[in-house]
């Protein structure tokens, strides 16, 4: 089994930036489709940013390129979503999910909650304008 745990959560201005990390244990994580999805009450969980933790190209959400990034610590097992110009519409609970098979990059729906096994129990960012 998967276990993953997020932290780095928190309040900011708009504007204002936070990484979120998320510490993977219990499988090899390099070998590891995972994701940043991000909820806010009373709509579908929604797909931020991806990436195979054993290397190769990430992809984001239209509403985050060029503000988010994804990258990881291979020493440390641990997968980070750093977050800059931060806007009040990012603000919802964030969530880290893992596809040990891959099917998020092969199937190319990364952005599709389904297809992910494991999820963290999520980690709030309220940002204020």
């Known amino acids: 089994q998967v276990q993953l745990q997020e932290s780095g959560g928190g309040s900011v201005q708009a504007g204002g930036s936070l990484t979120l990390s998320c510490v993977v244990s219990g499988y090899t994580y390099s070998r590891l489709c995972m994701a940043w999805f991000r909820q806010v009450p009373g709509k579908d969980r929604e797909g931020v940013a991806h990436t195979y933790t054993g290397g190769g190209n990430t992809f984001y959400a239209t509403s985050v390129e060029g503000r988010f990034t994804i990258s990881q610590d291979t020493g440390k097992n641990t997968l980070y979503l750093r977050m800059n110009s931060l806007k009040p519409e990012d603000t919802a609970m964030y969530y880290c999910?893992?596809?040990?098979?891959?099917?998020?990059?092969?199937?190319?729906?990364?952005?599709?909650?389904?297809?992910?096994?494991?999820w963290g129990q999520g980690t709030q960012v309220t940002v204020s304008s």
């Open positions: 999910a893992a596809d040990r098979a891959c099917r998020s990059l092969y199937e190319r729906t990364w952005y599709t909650s389904s297809v992910y096994e494991f």
